[in-house]
């Protein structure tokens, strides 16, 4: 699917308003996604955490399973917007998609998945999700273990 300026600016101006959702008391740090899939359907996550720590579950996970369980099962790109509660300009940062994310939107990625690390609408990063995991371990080593 061609990712147009339009549809780049919507999906990263859902990752930032996906951000505003986040339960983050614990870290403070604030994350929002937005996960495009192949039928055109945007589905937005925010991190959510929980006073058992090891609980908690990232943006892109919780945009990712909401796309996952309405049948959505093919992700074009995604969009994620992370930085502390309460950061001044300045204090905006790149939150690339922690490992465990990388590998569970692998999963679901068609080829070449854009993946946009936002700051702003109009200050982010353009990387893919075969940049930030090379070499991915994915569905298709477990082809043959299936088919037997
Ligand atoms: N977090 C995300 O939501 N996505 C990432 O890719 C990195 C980390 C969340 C998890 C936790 O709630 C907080 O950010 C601090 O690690």
Known sequence: MMITDVLRTTLLQKAIAARQQSYAPYSNFAVGAALLTK???IYTGCNVENAAFGA???AERTAAVKAISEGDDKFVAIAVAGYPINATREQLSLAFPCGICRQF???FALPNMPVFVVKTVN???ET???E????AFGPKNLKNTLEE
């Open 123 to 125: 200050d982010y990063v």
């Open 132 to 135: 930030i995991l090379p070499h």
């Open 128 to 130: 893919s999700l075969e």
């Open 105 to 107: 939107l692998n999963e």
């Open 39 to 41: 039928s055109g359907s």
């Open 56 to 58: 908690g579950i990232c």
